[in-house]
């Protein structure tokens, strides 16, 4: 008897628990995301059938827009619908075409959308461009209009035409570009390529430069701003980036070190990453790989690495953190250089609680 009268005691113990937390927690944002993200699964796909998702933004609404690098611009609504909302004119060969995507930071007053994408100079000669378009968003249909080109004539090529664009919490829009093939031009600071540019008040400026091909970008909790950088073969990087530096390409790599230049805050070694897009969330760098097949996680204290779903998806590009807290990745298995599924490519919810 005394038995049941203790469990009695310890479920009317856990009952009572139960009703103070569902009161205590209602209608408190912190407690929504964290029900949010205790429901969510590891990873759920989200989108599919896609061809090579280069790079997503999020509207305010929570809808989602996402890049194809054929120049496609999709749209994944909330209820899991995808559509194809605009079709930029770009010149697609090897890694070049329709590339980063980023939303004005007072979308709600000036509903612009800007693009990064490789374009055609005549002959095999290709370029890049950042365009800001004018986003019409009625039910269901989005038009990208209005177009003004924000930074013209970023030298391109086949390969190297870096293509990440954000804006930082300055307000300002940074652009990854690459060398273009052509190491010398990251070292010239009076060309667009090698480096991380900056627009402010329409103006365009050199951030830093050095860089052989950055591919993404983003800021942690006291404003830094983060870079991965593919190395050549290995040594790929991820760098601390300050205003004005020199990141060494093509003069060091790895752990060489050189007076005036930035060695990285981590590199692969051996190894290769190939890292893409990046996103920072509860002191971690999370950052695709693509011939890595991996999603890595580099606490910025510690500086452990960690590796997560490799080899199981296959390439990995872009990582961006989600208004929800959870991350949001693209694979990107129709490039031409890897081995897509039938319903690759995909983009890909993951709860970073759970991993
Ligand atoms: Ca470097």
Do not use: C
């Not at 954000?166 to 090698?194: E, M, R, V």
């Not at 627009?199 to 091909?213: P, T």
């Not at 006291?222 to 593919?230: A, F, G, I, Q, Y």
């Not at 530096?245 to 190939?274: C, F, L, V």
């Amino acid at each position: 008897m005394w038995r049941s009268g203790i469990i009695l005691v310890i479920l009317t113990i856990l009952a009572v628990s139960l009703i103070i937390y569902r009161v205590s927690s209602k209608n408190t944002t912190s407690s929504t995301v964290k029900v949010t993200e205790n429901q969510t699964p590891k990873m759920e796909a989200i989108a599919q059938n896609l061809e090579v998702p280069w790079a997503l933004a999020f509207l305010p609404s929570g809808d989602l827009l996402v890049t194809e690098r054929g120049g496609v611009v999709k749209m994944v609504y909330k209820n899991g619908e995808v559509k194809i909302i605009g079709n930029i004119k770009v010149k697609q060969i090897g890694e070049s075409g329709l590339h980063g995507i980023a939303i004005h930071p007072d979308f709600s007053q000036k509903p612009y959308v800007y693009l990064y994408y490789t374009y055609s100079a005549g002959g095999e000669n290709s370029l890049n461009r950042v365009s800001r378009f004018t986003f019409e968003n009625t039910p269901h249909l989005g038009v990208f209009k209005d177009e003004q080109v924000i930074v013209d004539k970023i030298p391109g090529a086949v390969f190297h035409d870096g293509g990440r664009i954000k804006f930082g919490p300055d307000g300002f829009l940074y652009i990854t570009t690459g060398d273009a093939q052509n190491p010398s031009l990251s070292q010239d600071k009076n060309s667009l390529a090698g480096k991380i540019l900056r627009v402010k008040d329409e103006k365009v400026e050199v951030y830093s430069y050095g860089h052989r091909n950055p591919q993404g970008i983003t800021w942690d909790n006291l404003s830094r701003l983060w870079e991965t950088e593919h190395g050549q073969t290995a040594t790929d990087e991820i760098n601390l980036i300050e205003q004005g530096k020199n990141y060494g390409w093509p003069t060091i790599r790895g752990d060489e070190k050189q007076q005036g230049m930035e060695s990285p805050t981590q590199h692969s070694g051996s190894n290769t990453w190939a890292p893409a897009g990046v996103a920072f969330h509860n002191d971690s760098l999370y950052f695709g790989g693509l011939r890595g097949q991996t999603l890595f996680q580099l606490n910025i204290q510690s500086l452990e690495l960690k590796e997560h779903f490799k080899g199981q998806l296959g390439r990995i590009r872009d990582v961006v953190l989600g208004p929800d807290n959870l991350l949001y990745i693209t694979t990107s298995n129709r490039d031409g250089r890897g081995s897509p599924s039938a319903d690759d490519d995909k983009i890909i919810r993951i709860n970073p609680q759970k991993l």
